[in-house]
């Protein structure tokens, strides 16, 4: 389960605010190594960051350093994308990602993927 919560839903003006959470089931979710990916129409699907089981390190994409932070609550079996200076750019499907090995930035590294969420930015 992949969801965004923020102004307007998934729709925000250029310079505002986006959380998404990815909410886990079935599985033992401090186990997994998380991540988030997205997917602009007509792009491949590319890595946006990754957070280990226990919460740190992280690592991001360049485009997003400085601006998003993940995080997980591994007592709530949940994950967090948070996004702020949004642009017209990070409009795309995000999806959350994972896998029992370190994500890494291809989407060969991971083994389970979240429902995509639509994050449009507008300008």
């Known amino acids: 389960l992949c969801s965004a919560a923020g102004v307007w839903g998934g729709l925000v003006q250029a310079g505002g605010s986006l959380r998404l959470s990815c909410a886990a089931s079935?599985?033992?979710?401090?186990?997994?190594?998380m991540g988030w990916f997205r997917q602009a129409p007509g792009k491949a699907r590319e890595f946006v960051a990754r957070i280990r089981r226990g919460g740190i390190p992280t690592r991001y994409a360049d485009s997003v350093k400085d601006r998003f932070a993940i995080s997980r609550a591994n007592n709530e079996d949940t994950m967090y994308l948070q996004m702020n200076n949004l642009k017209p750019e990070d409009t795309a499907v995000y999806y959350c990602?994972?896998?029992?090995?370190?994500?890494?930035?291809?989407?060969?590294?991971?083994?389970?993927w979240g429902k995509g969420t639509q994050v449009t930015v507008s300008s």
């Open positions: 079935g599985r033992t979710f401090s186990s997994y190594y």
């Open positions: 990602a994972a896998s029992t090995s370190l994500i890494s930035s291809t989407t060969s590294s991971v083994d389970f």
